[in-house]
């Protein structure tokens, strides 16, 4: 075997760690800005009721915690984060 295919990729910690955050950081804006949106669709069309826009807010920010969770528990096989 060659010197290339003996080597071992090394990665920091902290590279690691900056990786998930920027993951969960932006899949918690797309999810919260989701659920937003599709609150203020409902709301609109069952005639102006503002529950449903918190309603919506509220199911987005619950999937971006549980995904958010889920990342950072990849060593559990879970989620991975590529690097």
């Known amino acids: ?15 690691i760690l ?13 999810k919260t800005a989701l ?3 599709g609150g203020v669709v409902l709301s609109v069309l069952l005639k102006r009721k503002p529950g ?5 807010t509220g199911f987005g920010l619950g999937m971006a915690y549980a995904e958010g969770d889920a990342v950072f528990r990849s060593k559990a096989g879970l989620r991975s984060v590529n690097l």
């Open 18 to 30: 900056d990786n998930r955050w920027d993951q969960v950081l932006a899949n918690g804006v797309t």
């Open 35 to 37: 659920g937003f949106a």
């Open 1 to 15: 075997m060659s010197e290339q295919e003996n080597k071992v990729k090394v990665i920091e910690s902290s590279k």
């Open 52 to 56: 449903f826009v918190f309603l919506g």
